[in-house]
């Protein structure tokens, strides 16, 4: 029994070495862990009826991981109406899914993308919406606060959800909540539960650095530095809702939440 | 169990079956994944018991001896079952019946002396709240906003006065002009929504910014039974109610441009008469309910407490594959 649980943590840790800097990555595995070793079936001395019931467990997390992106674009329709504009930051599955969904469900909506330097999410994500025919309008990053007043609501995904209710995400999310709480918009988050982390960043720079080069074309100086950091931390007074695959929340619920499922 | 009847369904079934709510099925769904993750409560534990909605079925066919005996087995945990809604329905009755005495009982705490007190058209739970804070000799005065178009307002005026409560009344459009005079505000609510939101009588949203352009505190009485599980994704269209427009205008008055029979057959003029207001939770200070004073960012807490997740959506269960 013991052998199986050191055996499942070998397995946790040597996924998570593959990216250390990733987030959902180490919750995921995390919530797994705890999830599927949280029954009374390793107490048992049948080790065949242990092993299924963790086996068991292990598919019903991977299935409601599964579900979970459809779960939240069910959620999600509701809050995109007719006519609206929709302002999208970086290039997350989750709510690619929230507006497939929305187009097949034949809303009328256009969606303002930016251009995500240097990851280039805003041509990807334009890429994808155009198949779906959904009309779609490239933003240089620095032009969100010019275009913020045409803009009914900001959709973003999610790297990770910490404790306090706010996200890690993409650089350049802090920037647009700000804009979009000086103006009065509503910003959504899209994640899955297992992104839930045991995390509390207390500013900017208290998380673990996730660096990537960043090219801009021509070459530098060398005594100019560059900001290399590839996220940021929104805190929850500048977020709307979370839509999860546990229901709609607010910011304050995610902790609540937390400690349920860290339990 | 729930949870894992949801679960073995695909995906495609999930929208046929409910097809004319597949957010509230996603809800559920949600919910369903909510306490599976979660260690198991007390309810899950006990939805292990057999579905007592097989048993008028069984009991109606009798006959058969084994059906007969298993029948009775499940008749008694019918009654048992019946027995237990109607003790939860009458707690229910009891705490609606008695909301006004519980939060009138915390009054004393939030008003004091020789404050001024601004509140919009007429509430019981408001008034009931005044008077307990004027039984214990506080000594303070209400404005009353007359709250148009029904002027309920100047039937709270009537009453405060009847008990002895130094009153003025203003109309709406005052409230603004008056407010820097005003130390606190205080309203009742219609429901109170899962973010923390209001869905309060028509003008109360002016109140409220009004309220926080001055820094007033904004308190909202609500009795327990005024919360909803449902997040406002359009308040002000879906959750409001339009009234007559003869509350605006008489019969009679600009009944010309209203005739669809006049001119290009539609009438240049529409009457809008809606009953509710949506005022958001930032805009809240306090929400006083029979559980005592909280803020609008806990209000999922007490509807959590009152609203189980799996309960939040009612279906019809398919026969339980136990």
């Known amino acids: ?263 | 169990m729930a949870g894992l009847n949801l679960s073995a369904v695909s995906d495609d079934d999930d929208d046929n079956d409910q097809d004319d709510h597949p957010v509230l099925s996603a809800a559920a769904v949600a919910a369903a994944a909510r306490s599976t993750l979660r260690p198991p409560s007390l309810q899950t534990l006990l939805e292990d018991m057999p579905d007592p909605a097989a048993v008028p079925h069984t009991s109606s066919s009798g006959g058969d001896s084994e059906e007969k005996s298993k029948s009775a087995d499940k008749s008694s945990r019918s009654r048992k079952l019946k027995h237990d809604v109607i003790e939860a329905v009458n707690e229910l009755i009891e705490d609606i019946d008695t909301c006004h005495e519980q939060i009138a009982e915390q009054a004393v705490e939030h008003i004091h002396h020789n404050e001024v007190i601004l509140t919009l058209g007429s509430s019981r739970t408001v008034l009931e709240f005044l008077y307990a804070a004027k039984e214990k000799k506080r000594s303070f005065r209400v404005f009353v906003a007359e709250g148009a178009p029904r002027y309920q307002g100047h039937l709270l005026a009537k009453e405060l006065v009847a008990r002895g409560l130094q009153t003025t009344l203003i109309t709406d459009s005052a409230v603004f002009a008056m407010i820097s005079r005003v130390n606190m505000v205080i309203v009742g609510a219609h429901a109170v929504m899962a973010n923390g939101g209001v869905i309060a009588p028509v003008g109360l949203n002016m109140v409220a910014l009004a309220a926080q352009r001055h820094a007033v505190p904004f308190v909202v009485l609500a009795g327990s039974h005024k919360l909803c599980p449902l997040y406002p994704h359009n308040p002000e269209v879906l959750l409001n109610e339009l009234r007559s427009p003869s509350e605006l205008l008489d019969f009679g008055e600009f009944s010309d441009c209203m005739d669809f029979g006049s001119g290009s057959g539609s009438p240049l003029i529409h009457v809008v008469n809606p009953t509710f207001d949506y005022v958001p939770p930032k805009l809240v200070s306090l929400f006083i309910t029979d559980t005592g004073g909280h803020n609008p960012s806990y209000m999922y807490r007490l509807i959590a407490d009152y609203y189980s997740a799996d309960d939040l959506v009612l279906q019809r269960k398919a026969a339980a594959s136990n």
């Open chain 1, 1 to 263: 029994m013991m052998e199986l649980e050191i055996e499942l943590k070998k397995a946790s840790d040597s996924l998570k070495s593959w990216d250390t800097t990733s987030i959902s990555l180490t919750a995921g595995c995390d919530l797994f862990m705890r999830y599927v070793t949280r029954t009374s079936a390793l107490e048992y001395e049948d080790f065949n009826s242990a092993k299924s019931r963790l086996i068991e467990r292990a598919e019903k997390f991977g299935e409601i991981s599964y579900k979970a992106r459809r779960i939240i674009a069910m959620l999600s329709q509701d809050f995109i109406f007719d006519g609206c504009t929709i302002l999208v930051h970086g290039f997350s599955r989750v709510v690619l899914e929230v507006l497939k969904t929305a187009a097949q469900n034949k809303k009328l909506f256009r969606v303002l993308c930016t251009e995500g330097r240097p990851d280039r999410t805003g041509l990807r994500l334009s890429n994808e919406l155009a198949k779906l025919d959904v009309p779609v309008k490239l933003l240089i990053d620095s032009a969100v606060a010019y275009s913020m007043d045409e803009i009914d609501m900001v959709f973003v995904g999610a790297d990770g959800v910490v404790e306090s209710g706010g996200i890690i995400n993409m650089m350049g999310t802090y920037q647009i909540a700000l804009v979009a709480h000086s103006m009065n918009k509503p910003v959504y988050v899209a994640a899955e539960s297992y992104k839930f982390a045991r995390l509390y960043p207390l500013d900017q720079k208290d998380m673990a650095p996730a660096l990537r080069p960043i090219d801009f074309g021509v070459p530098i100086p060398s005594k100019v530095e560059v900001e290399t950091s590839a996220r940021d931390y929104t805190p929850p007074q500048y977020l709307t809702l979370l839509f999860t695959d546990l229901g709609v929340l607010t910011p304050s619920v995610v902790s609540d939440e937390l400690i349920q499922l860290y339990l």
